[in-house]
């Protein structure tokens, strides 16, 4: 008899990488940045798998003052972690995009 078999939805994988980038100190929101109504016109976070690996790609807005470098790659390091340990699937990439800066 073999382990037992996981299946994670989508929506699960959207809100975990959701969860994991706002930890990162420095992240305002994940979400695009300008007036509150443009996150209304699409998601936020985006994930997929192909080939068994989770393609992730998301907005967020940085807090004032953050070196932008740095902060992608603790957003990209903590979704890693995310979808690696706690998901238990492989992945293939995250890119992330700073849309703006603010509160």
């Known amino acids: 008899m073999s382990g037992p078999i ?19 100190p420095g992240v305002a929101r ?4 300008g007036p509150r109504w443009r996150d209304l ?3 936020a976070v985006r994930a997929r798998v192909h080939r068994d690996k989770v393609e992730v790609r998301m907005w967020i807005v940085a807090r ?6 740095s902060l ?6 903590a979704v890693a972690a995310t979808v690696e ?5 492989e992945l293939g990439g995250v890119t992330v ?5 603010g509160g």
Do not use: H, K, Y
Not at 6 to 24: H, P
Not at 85 to 89: A, Y
Not at 97 to 101: K, M, N, Q, R
């Open 6 to 24: 996981l299946t994670v939805g989508q929506e699960v994988i959207t809100e975990m990488v959701r969860l994991a980038a706002m930890e990162v």
């Open 30 to 33: 994940v979400g695009r940045g």
């Open 41 to 43: 016109g699409g998601r």
């Open 64 to 69: 004032p003052g953050q070196p932008l470098v």
């Open 72 to 77: 992608t790659a603790q957003v990209q390091s």
């Open 85 to 89: 340990r706690l998901l238990g699937l």
């Open 97 to 101: 995009l700073v849309d703006g800066v």
